[in-house]
């Protein structure tokens, strides 16, 4: 029990640090990582079943009706390894790629990383059941943390995924840093798989990310209410809007919560001044060029073996060797 408390404390000493940090920098920000609360992964859930939102279709198809040939490529270097998921969520489109391990006897162990407390929880509860012969062992935190405990635990050639253009939550400069970080922890004969959502006509990137049904609206809403009800904010949602943009030379796809009127939010003991019209930086989703994936691959030390699309060719998962 109390081990639990403490945990749950020390995290939300960082949401309170990093939020007001955030609010009180020029231009505020939020950090992504925080939409995903319970009700923010429920809402999350909605988007990936949206019209709009043609990414996890996408990649789905990919993991679905590619599965062998996949398979094939994690397993060129051997049939023994670790499979570690950053970011696992559902572990819908990875579950694929375990039923063919699975069925071909291959020896691995499965260990989705998540920072969601909430999805490794509900992962161990029903994969197993899924998937009979399942050898896992769910990792709640920190990617590097916990990469670095799975090191721990096994020494075994590692297959990397990293699904889900998770990756484009990052500008071009930090997914530099945190490739080059991942190719540190990794060696000779292992794995990487990343899911890149590629640049695609504009206008249908931007309504995945602004959505008629204002799903995408109240999924970036919800973390000012997770402000108000874990951090005793005050914010009035109704003050604010949502707003997405999409820029086809960059590939940088961004939202932001734009205040209605002057008001002051109080958060805990800490007072933030909006201005009407000011906005906050909510996140971005970074689409990518082939090019661009083959570079960032290169000057992070990978090399990357072959690409996966999508049949319309909107997504890729990359697969790099070290
Ligand atoms: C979970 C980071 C892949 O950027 O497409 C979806 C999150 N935000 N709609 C994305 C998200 C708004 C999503 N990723």
Same mark, same amino acid.
């Given at each position: ?241 949502? !707003? =997405?943009?999409? &820029?086809? #030379?960059?590939? @940088? ?8 009127? +002057?008001?002051?939010? *109080? ?20 689409? !990518? =060029?082939?090019? &661009?994936? #083959?570079?960032? @691959? ?8 072959? +690409?996966?699309?999508? *049949? ?11």
């Amino acid at each position: 029990m109390s081990t639990v408390t403490t945990a749950a404390a020390t995290t939300n000493k960082l949401f309170l640090e990093e939020t007001i940090a955030g609010l009180k920098a020029e231009p505020k920000h939020m950090h992504s990582k925080y939409f995903y609360d319970e009700a923010g992964d429920y809402i999350f859930q909605q988007i990936m079943n949206m019209e709009e939102y043609y990414l996890t279709d996408a990649e789905m198809d990919i993991l679905a009706n590619q599965t062998s040939a996949l398979v094939e490529v994690v397993s060129a270097a051997g049939t023994a390894f670790d499979l570690i998921e950053l970011g696992a969520g559902d572990a819908t489109k990875s579950i694929h790629l375990l039923r063919a391990l699975i069925n071909q006897q291959f020896d691995f162990k499965y260990f989705p990383i998540d920072i969601s407390e909430h999805v490794i929880s509900s992962l161990e509860q029903s994969l197993p059941a899924q998937l009979p012969g399942l050898t896992m062992q769910g990792l709640n935190g920190d990617y590097f943390e916990m990469l670095q405990t799975a090191s721990e635990i096994s020494s075994r050639r590692k297959v990397v995924l990293f699904m889900g253009a998770n990756i484009g939550n990052m500008n071009p400069a930090e997914a530099r840093g945190f490739c080059a970080q991942l190719r540190d922890q990794l060696s000779k004969d292992d794995l990487l798989i990343v899911g890149f959502d590629l640049k695609k006509n504009p206008q249908q990137i931007l309504s995945a990310y602004s959505d008629g049904g204002g799903i995408t609206r109240s999924f970036n809403l919800n973390l000012l209410s997770r402000i108000n009800r874990e951090l005793e904010g005050n914010f009035d949602v109704q003050n604010f809007e949502h !707003y =997405a943009t999409y &820029d086809p #030379e960059t590939g @940088a796809c961004k939202s932001y919560l734009i205040s209605l009127t +002057n008001q002051t939010v *109080k958060i805990g003991n800490e007072q933030i001044r909006f201005e009407e019209n000011e906005y906050i930086f909510m996140e971005i989703s970074q689409k !990518y =060029a082939l090019t &661009d994936i #083959e570079n960032l @691959a290169r000057t992070t030390g990978f090399e990357p073996v072959h +690409n996966f699309y999508d *049949k319309n060719k909107y997504f890729v998962d990359s697969v790099w060797k070290c």
